[in-house]
């Protein structure tokens, strides 16, 4: 429990929902985890003011209960407008690709700081929780796991406000474009992996990490704590265990090729498809910082003192995950997990 | 293009298989039959940015579920004519 607790939801919680839903405000609502997240919050009857950069061709989905706010992460009075009158503020707004550094830390450590001082800005400071990433353990990996770790810098060091940190590992699921190539290859039949890194790592299915925003809006509890999140599955997973199980679930069973990728070869791709990604202006996918990231022993992590904290479950395991994102819903009818 | 267009099958062997030459920089013939996986000579990696040309030139996006059936460049002709079809 929370100083400030009492007078904020005096009128009693429930009652007060019903009739005066809380207002929350979103960064990253069109992006993977945004997405799943709005829908998820406009589901369960909250007010969602949330960000968008309007661009060509962007029309942000229409859901109950959301408003859309056009603005940019540099800008102060958007921001601003963001945040007034809300009751909790979520940054989930990221940068997964770049090529340079500043791509990263412009939305990844600048803009979660101007966030949260927006946040803090205000006479009654709403409740902050930053969705950053298991990477911001290991800062200096790569460029994006640096800017990460700044993000959540930033948001520690905004005097005023009372925050949350919540680290998820790789997140897959409906809409992800990360894990999807490799989700691909293996739906091919072959699986690519960098040979000689018998790295572990957790994952989590996104309306895992959705039910876990819901939970600690619920809860009003982790201020000033760092969260970790993951599928439950103990020991997480290896290249061979995501193989087994993805060929499983999305090729029947048909056998699934290992095809170990050497590691200095990986890197070489990366700094090729980095040199090109810095010519023609595209956001690379593979980048030595990447390469770096992947061949990481350890992304595993532990999600129990934030079930504790809160009481949320995960629920998602790899092959129901998988079967709900990339099945076709005929299918999924037939007895899959 | 827009995924209004209605392309025959033939139009889009042709398409995908110029794609591919470009890909593969004419190190491949490319034919109905040509496996995508055995044929092209190309690395996960690249088998992954190819889909990804593919799916710009058609505007498409190619769902997991249809790339089990899919190894032959005829295999992944015959799905984009039903993905542009059904839009």
Redesign the interface.
Known sequence: MVPGRDEETSAGTGAARLTNPSLLALTGATGFIGAALISRLAGAGWQVRALFRPRAGRVPPRLPGVEWLPGDLGDEGALDALVTGTDAVIHCAGAVRGARRAEFDRVNADGAGRVAQAAARLPRPPRFLLISSLAARMPELSDYAGSKWRGECAVRATAGLRWTVLRPPAVYGPGDRELLPLFRCIAMGFAPRPAGAPGRFSLIEVDDLAAAVLCWLAGDVGHGENFELDDGCVGGYDWDAVATVAGRVLRDGRPVRRVPIPVPLLRLAALANLGASRVFGYAPMLTPGKVRELTHSDWLCDSRPFALATGWRPVIDLASGLARAYRRPDELTEGTP | MTTNDILSYPHILAQLSAEMTSFTQGRVQIGEDTN??GDLQL???Q??NL?LRVEDRFDLS????I??D?RTVKDLALQIEILTRDG
Not at chain 2, 62 to 65: D, K, Q
């Open positions: 995508l996986l690395d996960s990696l088998v992954m889909l190619i769902p997991v579920s790339l089990p899919v």
